[in-house]
């Protein structure tokens, strides 16, 4: 009879520790992927990084006369782009979190 209760209690002890290791594989589960999803978001980050690589070009000279003939106007249009890149950044990175808080939910 003591056999049996040993064995019952052995039992016990084994499906304590099934319950355990199948609450452990699911954390390592859910870490998995939010690992996964951090990855995708750094390279989402990285691929609309705002800063710019930008060539080093050689300089020029130019005489003073077709200096002062040079229009501001592309160096304004070409802050417009950078602000309007900026601005769609910001909202894309924000529908990314938004999306990721849902998925997480």
């Keep these: 009879m003591q056999s049996i209760d040993s064995l019952r209690e052995l039992n016990a002890k084994l499906l304590a520790e099934i319950v355990k290791f199948r609450k452990e594989n699911t954390?390592?589960?859910?870490?998995?992927?939010?690992?996964?999803?951090?990855?995708?978001?750094?390279?989402?980050?990285?691929?609309?990084?705002?800063?710019?690589?930008?060539?080093?070009?050689?300089?020029?000279?130019?005489?003073?006369?077709?200096?002062?003939?040079?229009?501001?106007?592309?160096?304004?249009?070409?802050?417009?782009k950078s602000l309007k890149n900026r601005e769609m950044n910001a909202f894309l990175e924000l529908e990314y979190k938004r999306k990721i808080s849902n998925e997480i939910k």
């Design 27 to 80: 954390e390592i589960f859910e870490l998995k992927k939010k690992s996964l999803r951090f990855a995708e978001y750094m390279c989402f980050i990285e691929n609309t990084s705002s800063i710019e690589v930008i060539p080093k070009i050689s300089t020029a000279s130019i005489p003073s006369n077709q200096y002062d003939n040079i229009n501001t106007l592309p160096s304004s249009v070409s802050r417009q």
